[in-house]
């Protein structure tokens, strides 16, 4: 850590204060303010947080301007080439990527967590088939501390270590379980001779008349899908997991936050609301007609998969995931006219200055979908996939949160800009107004 320091002035008065510079080991160095508020009476203020470390982490590294992602030092180029997603679950959760003892002793600990308790499939029962799988899994993840009580007391290291195994076992299956269910098929066990991403597809797409066994193909996109997606330091999901993980909230519940705060389409969401804007859009001819849309202020539409708070470069993991489209396509044999429509789309915005003066690129979510569509998956199932390979990154945030000696419950606090103190008017004696839809109409 820095012994730099950065000194603050009040124009008004001509008072100043000295605070510490927090030095990460690459990235950006933090003014330290958790004494401003105390020493100088005001607040910061930063919605959104574009500007806020709320943690010090070792475990995601990112450099929006060069496009770099890094898991525990590790590029994420490497890793989706050269590791499985259980080996970089090992790292994400325990800092290094695991040697060959290691990475057998954890695939079998999480091998032999994967089923869930029968009485959970009654909860998929009170859904309607038409519920969105994200519903599901919202009520389905937060229920498995109901079942869990002997893991529940974060205090205790070896209870922390058996909760984020059991998450990272078990949400592959409730997963599967919530695609069956929208199907109206049989939920399918898992089988402990099967690797992580042959024993989810295989959950996810065997029914009792026809076994499933996944290609090594379709298993290694899908890997490496869980691999891309498996965590990226303090977004939104994750940073609601560590708050909600602050106040000692167990696991469980802290990781149902995450899928709830995921779901939204400015972020996990994204990916399937990209492919029903594909789909939209429906031809290159239209593509004109959507980016003017997309830049009109005075229209909601943005361009789904495109933009990102801290990338202002090409998101690695969008430039992994379009150079997989081909290869995983025609190895499953697979034509998409999407995959050509999205190409096209990119080449066309990334010329249009609006998106290039604003830094707008591929994310994540732009070509993520179009796999997973040729991996067999309905488009209401694509954040859900996000979810599962995200909890391992949240469990491992969650996990360094909790072990830091030092950690707090987060509690922001806000500039107040409401009525000042009044009195409670006996009712006979308050305002007439017009009726609350009306102004409300009226702005
Ligand atoms: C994920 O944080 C993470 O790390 C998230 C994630 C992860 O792995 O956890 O990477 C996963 O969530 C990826 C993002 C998926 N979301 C989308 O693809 C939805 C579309 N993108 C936008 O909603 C937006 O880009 C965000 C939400 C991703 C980022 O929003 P910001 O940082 O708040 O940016 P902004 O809204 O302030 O935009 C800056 C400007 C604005 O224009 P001006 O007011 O300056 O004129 O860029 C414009 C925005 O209108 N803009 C877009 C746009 N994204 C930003 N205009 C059109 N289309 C877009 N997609």
């Known amino acids: 850590m820095s012994t730099d320091t950065f000194t603050l002035t009040d124009n008004q008065t001509g008072a100043s204060w000295t605070f510490p510079v927090v030095a990460g080991t690459q990235g ?58 259980l080996e970089v679950a090992y790292a994400l ?94 939920f399918v066990y898992p089988r402990n001779d099967l ?21 090594a193909a379709m298993a290694r996109a899908m890997d490496k899908i869980l691999i891309l997606h498996a965590d990226h330091e303090q977004n939104a999901s994750t940073s609601t997991v560590r708050l909600a993980g602050s106040s000692q909230a167990n696991p469980f519940a802290c990781i ?20 029903n804007m594909l789909q939209e859009i429906g031809h290159v001819k239209n593509i004109s007609t959507f980016l003017a849309k997309a830049k009109d202020k ?17 998101d690695p993991r969008a430039a992994v995931l379009k150079s997989s489209c081909d290869a995983v396509l025609d190895e499953l044999g697979v034509a998409d006219p999407l995959l050509d429509l999205a190409r096209e789309l990119e080449r066309i915005a990334l010329e249009d200055e609006y998106f290039i003066d604003r830094k707008l690129f591929p994310n994540v979510d732009f ?27 949240w469990i491992s945030q969650w996990k360094e949160m909790v072990e830091q000696p030092d ?23 308050r305002p007439q107004r017009k009726p609350q839809a009306i102004r409300q109409q009226e702005g």
């Not at 950690?407 to 009712?427: A, M, N």
Request: glycine share 8%; charged share 20%; hydrophobic share 40%.
């Open 195 to 215: 690797n992580y991403a042959e024993n989810f597809l295989r959950m996810c797409f065997s029914v009792p008349a026809e076994d499933y066994r996944a290609s």
């Open 298 to 314: 005075d229209d909601p539409f943005r361009l789904m998969g495109f933009g990102h708070r801290v990338y202002k470069n090409y």
């Open 256 to 275: 149902a936050s995450g899928i709830a705060s995921l779901w939204g389409p400015a972020h996990g969401g994204a990916n399937q609301a990209v492919l």
């Open 367 to 393: 070509y993520s979908g179009i796999i997973l569509k040729a991996l067999g998956f309905p488009s209401e199932m694509f954040t859900v996939l996000f979810a599962v390979a995200r909890t391992v990154g």
């Open 93 to 186: 959760l325990y800092g290094d990527l695991p040697n060959l003892e290691e990475k057998r002793k954890f695939e079998k600990d999480i091998t032999h967590h994967t089923m869930v308790h029968e009485q959970i499939h009654s909860f998929f029962r009170g859904f309607r088939r038409d519920a969105h799988p994200m519903a599901v899994m919202c009520g389905v993840v937060g229920a498995l501390s109901a079942f869990y009580h002997d893991s529940l007391d974060i205090r205790d290291s070896r209870q922390r270590e058996i909760s984020a195994h059991r998450l990272i076992a078990k949400i592959p299956t409730l997963a599967a379980m919530s695609l069956k269910y929208m199907l109206g098929q049989p």
């Open 28 to 85: 950006p160095d933090a003014i330290d303010i958790r004494t401003l508020y105390a020493e100088t009476g005001y607040l910061t203020l930063d919605p959104g947080f574009s500007s806020t470390a709320s943690c010090a982490s070792a475990i995601t590294f990112i450099d929006g301007d060069k496009g770099i992602l890094q898991y525990r030092g590790y590029d994420i180029r490497d890793l989706a080439e050269h590791a499985t997603f």
């Open 407 to 429: 950690h707090r419950i987060g509690r922001p606090r806000q500039v107040y800009i409401g009525q000042t103190c009044r009195p409670v008017l006996p009712l006979a004696e």
